[in-house]
């Protein structure tokens, strides 16, 4: 019975296994193809979940001079990326954006301060949740991350506020910096399994069919122990009615 038990407890682990690799597998919702203000999309110091990666937003503000920061081994064109420090006109946060990209490291820097001349801009592009520094690939003085963590030790111009997220700007901000435009496509509709999740419900799957071998195995011996027995016993009574 306990066999029986543990086999029900495990196909019920590897169903609830199974659902989650088909959860985590689902895709984006639509709504991030439906441009929206950022303030509409989060606020300042708010965390950006998943859900918000790729999300088509539009910012005015100001970028700061001096803050401008080149990253490289980044996917979406060039060898140097630009991203520059945005002060939103709305809430003053501060807000990191990726400009645009140049095979020169001059290049991406003199882009960066092209647009540096005080004058508001607003900015249309895709908002994703912040990098961390963990994820830098460091080489001789090159960062690859967009990491608000480490900005906020290399800004100038910075009030403590700030988005935890960035946005990867289109091609009429790198236009206006003459810079390359990001190859930044919408987030993939494509419902996809997890596979770790999935490998962990066939486990299960084959922990409750161990266990019901078990049941099947001790079920058997007991079966065949009491035809023994009986077979013992009627051997026993046939011997007994022979000697009278």
Aim: charged share 25%.
């Amino acid at each position: 019975m306990l066999a029986l038990v543990l086999a029900a407890v495990f196909a019920g682990l590897g169903k609830w296994q199974l659902e989650r690799s088909i959860a985590n597998g689902k895709p984006l919702p639509e709504t991030t193809e439906t441009r929206k203000t950022l303030d509409a999309v989060t606020k300042p110091m708010q965390p950006a979940t998943e859900t918000l990666a790729g999300q088509k937003v539009t910012v005015t503000g100001t970028f700061v001079a001096g803050d401008t920061t080149v990253l490289t081994g980044r996917s979406g064109g060039g060898t140097y990326q630009t991203v520059g420090h945005l002060v939103d006109a709305g809430s003053g946060a501060s807000l990191p954006v990726v400009i645009g990209w140049s095979d020169r490291r001059s290049d991406a820097v003199a882009g960066g301060n092209r647009l540096t001349d005080g004058a508001r801009m607003t900015v249309e592009g895709r908002y994703y949740p912040a990098e961390s520094p963990d994820q830098d690939t460091y080489d001789k003085g090159e960062y690859s991350a967009v990491a608000p963590a480490r900005f906020v030790n290399t800004w100038k111009s910075f009030d403590d506020r700030m988005y935890l997220g960035y946005v990867v700007a289109d091609g009429a901000t790198a236009k206006a910096a003459d810079l390359g435009t990001i190859a930044d496509r919408a987030p993939t509709r494509e419902v996809q399994f997890d596979w770790l999740n999935l490998f962990y419900a066939i486990e299960w799957v084959v922990f409750a069919g161990f266990a019901v071998f078990l049941w099947y195995r001790f079920v058997k011996d007991a079966w065949e122990r009491e035809q023994e027995d009986e077979r013992d016993a009627a051997l026993a009574a046939e011997a007994a009615a022979l000697r009278r």
